[in-house]
């Protein structure tokens, strides 16, 4: 491709995004939230970016790669590695161009997802499974790549993935009939926040823009405080569609030109958003498509402004749903451990039940840490509370009753058993 991450972004590369994706890439609905909206106290307008035929707006990005392709290119094929949503993206755009693609998903890839991108693609996608990890999947599209002359299409660090995710916002602006106040954007590799803080810069300058970054993988924030991108030491996967251990050199470019707010976000937030969309919004998102969303009640936001929070996926595995109410309960204070150790003799198991618990505790976990000899160590205990306010009288019956008991805080290696 003749442009690289040298080159930059401005709001004329994201309306010729527009333009080529134009009767190719439907355009999302803009609908307000109601419970978002009383939380708030602000006018909260969802982008349904997750009603793509792709489920997210990677579709954009990757077409608009696709399509600035040469001849030779195109003849030659491309190829990618993704764990879900860019590799839909790609079989996407592929399909509608009628372009060779050769994709390589990691074997921890979702059976559902992997079906995804075999029927989004049809006969244009070769998808491949290899790889225990995205890296060594990565690593593989790489070598296919240097030795075959495929093109490799990029996540989000080009300038024509950036140019094509940037038309998100754009769009929203048209159906509102002007600029909101206040848009908020998940971050993950940066793409999205780049090619819309781009375009803002020049057609709505004065807007409010808040990227939104998972508390353990905000590698965007990282970027921006070192000056250049940084590798992260630790990366919590939990939200898999924005874990990026390192963010692009053009988006954090674009990005620190641009300077909008970056958030932090704990991803049992994250799980308590996606719990809400779900159960009173009837909305399917993804962990990443949840993220922007789930900052909006820690933002000082004017009340009656003009919000417009980009919910970017729903490709959720519904399997996935049973890790999200653990996280969102231990979120909020309903969900604890601990070790017990109980007394050995008869009763001590009833005792614990009658003077420790609360009429509305429910223990939702009882497994002795030792299993080969019960008469000694102690049992991992969870208990989930009525009320978050149930958890100091709690304590202070553990405090008076004969076991000794600790408790787990959520921050203890433990945790990694149970979450």
């Given at each position: 491709m003749t442009a690289t991450v040298t080159a930059t972004?401005?709001?004329?590369?994201?309306?010729?995004?527009?333009?080529?994706?134009?009767?190719v890439v439907p355009?999302?609905?803009?609908?307000?939230?109601?419970?978002?909206?009383?939380?708030?106290?602000a006018e909260v307008l969802l982008k349904r970016e997750d009603l793509q035929p792709t489920r997210s707006y990677k579709g954009r990005g990757a077409y608009t790669f696709v399509s600035r392709l040469t001849p030779e290119e195109r003849a030659a094929g491309v190829v990618c590695a993704s764990a879900g949503n860019h590799a839909q993206g790609v079989a996407f755009a592929c399909a509608r161009s009628g372009v060779r693609a050769r994709i390589y998903l990691p074997r921890t890839t979702p059976r559902q997802k992997r079906d995804r991108v075999a029927a989004l693609g049809g006969t244009c996608v070769e998808v491949l499974v290899q790889g225990d990890t995205y890296d060594e999947a990565a690593a593989l599209a790489s070598a296919h790549a240097a030795t075959s002359g495929a093109v490799l299409v990029?996540?989000?660090?080009h300038p024509y993935?950036?140019?094509?995710?940037?038309t998100v916002v754009a769009e929203a602006v048209a159906q509102l009939g002007r600029a909101p106040d206040v848009v908020v954007l998940p971050v993950?590799?940066?793409?999205?926040?780049?090619?819309?803080v781009a375009w803002l810069a020049e057609h709505a300058p004065s807007v409010r823009v808040v990227g939104v970054e998972p508390?353990?993988?905000?590698?965007?924030?990282?970027?921006?405080a070192a000056g250049h991108p940084v590798e992260l030491a630790t990366l919590e996967g939990f939200v898999d569609g924005a874990a990026v251990r390192r963010a692009g050199e053009l988006t954090h470019r674009l990005v620190a030109e641009h300077s909008p707010e970056l958030v932090a976000v704990p991803e049992g937030q994250v799980c308590v958003e996606m719990l809400e969309l779900?159960?009173?919004d009837g909305i399917i998102a993804e962990p990443a498509g949840a993220l922007a969303s789930a900052a909006l009640s820690d933002l000082a936001l004017e009340p009656g402004s003009t919000v417009v929070s980009v919910l970017s996926g729903g490709n959720n595995d519904v399997s996935r749903y049973a890790e999200v109410v653990e996280r969102a309960l231990v979120h909020t204070g309903r969900k604890h451990y601990f070790l017990v150790e109980f007394p050995q003799e008869p009763g001590a198991l009833r005792r614990f039940l009658d003077d420790v618990l609360g009429p509305d505790d429910d223990i939702t976990l009882f497994e002795y840490v030792k299993r080969n000899n019960r008469e000694t160590g102690p049992a991992l205990v969870g208990i989930e509370l009525g009320s978050p306010a149930d958890l100091e009288p709690?304590?202070?019956?553990m405090e008076a009753a004969p076991p000794r008991i600790e408790r787990i805080p959520p921050d203890s290696p433990l945790f990694r058993f149970v979450l």
């Amino acid at each position: 491709m003749t442009a690289t991450v040298t080159a930059t972004v401005t709001a004329a590369d994201v309306d010729a995004a527009a333009a080529v994706l134009e009767g190719v890439v439907p355009r999302t609905p803009l609908e307000r939230n109601a419970r978002l909206s009383a939380l708030t106290g602000a006018e909260v307008l969802l982008k349904r970016e997750d009603l793509q035929p792709t489920r997210s707006y990677k579709g954009r990005g990757a077409y608009t790669f696709v399509s600035r392709l040469t001849p030779e290119e195109r003849a030659a094929g491309v190829v990618c590695a993704s764990a879900g949503n860019h590799a839909q993206g790609v079989a996407f755009a592929c399909a509608r161009s009628g372009v060779r693609a050769r994709i390589y998903l990691p074997r921890t890839t979702p059976r559902q997802k992997r079906d995804r991108v075999a029927a989004l693609g049809g006969t244009c996608v070769e998808v491949l499974v290899q790889g225990d990890t995205y890296d060594e999947a990565a690593a593989l599209a790489s070598a296919h790549a240097a030795t075959s002359g495929a093109v490799l299409v990029p996540a989000f660090d080009h300038p024509y993935t950036v140019a094509g995710q940037g038309t998100v916002v754009a769009e929203a602006v048209a159906q509102l009939g002007r600029a909101p106040d206040v848009v908020v954007l998940p971050v993950g590799g940066g793409g999205l926040i780049a090619g819309n803080v781009a375009w803002l810069a020049e057609h709505a300058p004065s807007v409010r823009v808040v990227g939104v970054e998972p508390a353990g993988a905000a590698s965007m924030a990282a970027a921006v405080a070192a000056g250049h991108p940084v590798e992260l030491a630790t990366l919590e996967g939990f939200v898999d569609g924005a874990a990026v251990r390192r963010a692009g050199e053009l988006t954090h470019r674009l990005v620190a030109e641009h300077s909008p707010e970056l958030v932090a976000v704990p991803e049992g937030q994250v799980c308590v958003e996606m719990l809400e969309l779900y159960q009173v919004d009837g909305i399917i998102a993804e962990p990443a498509g949840a993220l922007a969303s789930a900052a909006l009640s820690d933002l000082a936001l004017e009340p009656g402004s003009t919000v417009v929070s980009v919910l970017s996926g729903g490709n959720n595995d519904v399997s996935r749903y049973a890790e999200v109410v653990e996280r969102a309960l231990v979120h909020t204070g309903r969900k604890h451990y601990f070790l017990v150790e109980f007394p050995q003799e008869p009763g001590a198991l009833r005792r614990f039940l009658d003077d420790v618990l609360g009429p509305d505790d429910d223990i939702t976990l009882f497994e002795y840490v030792k299993r080969n000899n019960r008469e000694t160590g102690p049992a991992l205990v969870g208990i989930e509370l009525g009320s978050p306010a149930d958890l100091e009288p709690l304590l202070g019956r553990m405090e008076a009753a004969p076991p000794r008991i600790e408790r787990i805080p959520p921050d203890s290696p433990l945790f990694r058993f149970v979450l």
